[in-house]
């Protein structure tokens, strides 16, 4: 997984030329932050050594922080006129910060903070790390006060930048930054590092392991699925009260695995194509007018009129 990124890593690590700025980016839950995580604890390694030695204090002081709650990492800052703000993230390890915002937004206070920490000398590691998620949540102003440190970069600091949505990067700072791309994880890829084997899960979880145990919690309502598509019209019966029931993103999630499911059906089904077809457009239906009062009860039924077509 991630084979192209990480191999990327790894190549300008073990030959001395890690740019001062990377900017990872692809899709929410690829995993980006962990391996950001691990490239900035293999840069920080007393050892030096790729992946990280996992041995030294460094790479002790790292390992800790990644199991501290965040509010015992959280570091704040008084401001001229006495006011408390929140600054960034940072565990035992003098030479290792994590950018991230206290609500949606990475203010410039926070950045002043950082080319405070930029200024300073390593204290244990080798080098410095500041680790930004997500990038895209500093602000114009954050951007350009931290472009301004990107442009005359600190030969001993690295600067590593997580996003999902590399256009609301600014150019400037892309083009500071050595972007590093993420690809969507395959099924085995996600069934591998969550040990989800629900096929369903699985193949509605986009390439995403967020998403993936999201689906796995709510497990009980892909089985509804799967029953209103498999089971007996008995089963149907006893799963309309159920389904009248669940909120509103439940009933959401519900049609959009019956529409997966189906679209699923349709491709092996080629001689009930139009009968599928059908029974997607109404799910896309119902689920656009779910707010309407149409009744989820009805519909599973009408449905399983229809799938008693197929041959
Ligand atoms: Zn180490």
């Avoid at 959401?252 to 349709?266: D, P, R, S």
Wanted: charged share 30%; hydrophobic share 40%.
């Amino acid at each position: 997984m991630h084979h192209k990124a990480k191999k990327l890593l790894e190549s300008m690590y073990k030959l001395g030329r890690v740019p001062s700025s990377l900017l990872f980016f692809g899709k929410e839950g690829v995993g980006k932050k962990t391996v950001a995580f691990d490239f900035a604890k293999a840069l920080l390694c007393m050892k030096r050594t790729f992946p990280a030695c996992n041995d030294c204090p460094s790479c002790f002081h790292m390992n800790e922080f990644s199991k501290k709650p965040v509010e015992e990492l959280r570091v704040y800052s008084d401001t001229s006129t006495g006011r408390k703000v929140f600054l960034y993230l940072q565990g035992d390890h003098p030479d290792f910060i994590y950018l991230q915002p206290e609500k949606d937004e990475i203010k410039i206070d926070q950045i002043r903070g950082v080319i405070d920490f930029v200024n300073l000398r390593p204290a244990l590691s080798p080098k410095k790390v500041v680790l930004v998620w997500p990038a895209e949540a500093m602000n114009p102003y954050s951007q350009n006060a931290l472009l301004k440190t990107l442009e005359e970069p600190p030969e001993d600091t690295h600067f590593i930048l997580v996003c999902n949505m590399l256009d609301r990067i600014l150019p400037t700072i892309r083009s500071r930054s050595y972007t590093v791309e993420f690809e969507e994880l395959s099924e085995e890829d996600i069934k591998k590092l969550t040990g989800i084997e629900d096929r369903v899960i699985l193949s509605l979880s986009e390439g995403s392991i967020t998403k993936a145990k999201e689906l796995s919690q709510k497990s009980h309502i892909i089985d509804m699925a799967k029953k209103v598509l498999s089971g007996s019209v008995l089963d149907v019966y006893k799963l309309s009260t159920q389904l009248e029931n669940l909120s509103y993103e439940d009933q959401k999630l519900f049609l959009h695995t019956l529409e997966a499911m189906l679209h699923k059906k349709m491709l092996e089904n080629k001689e009930n194509y139009e009968i599928y077809e059908r029974l997607i457009d109404r799910t896309v239906l119902v689920s656009d007018n779910l707010k309407r009062g149409l009744k989820l009860s009805l519909f599973v039924f009408y449905l399983k009129i229809l799938l008693s077509e197929v041959v």
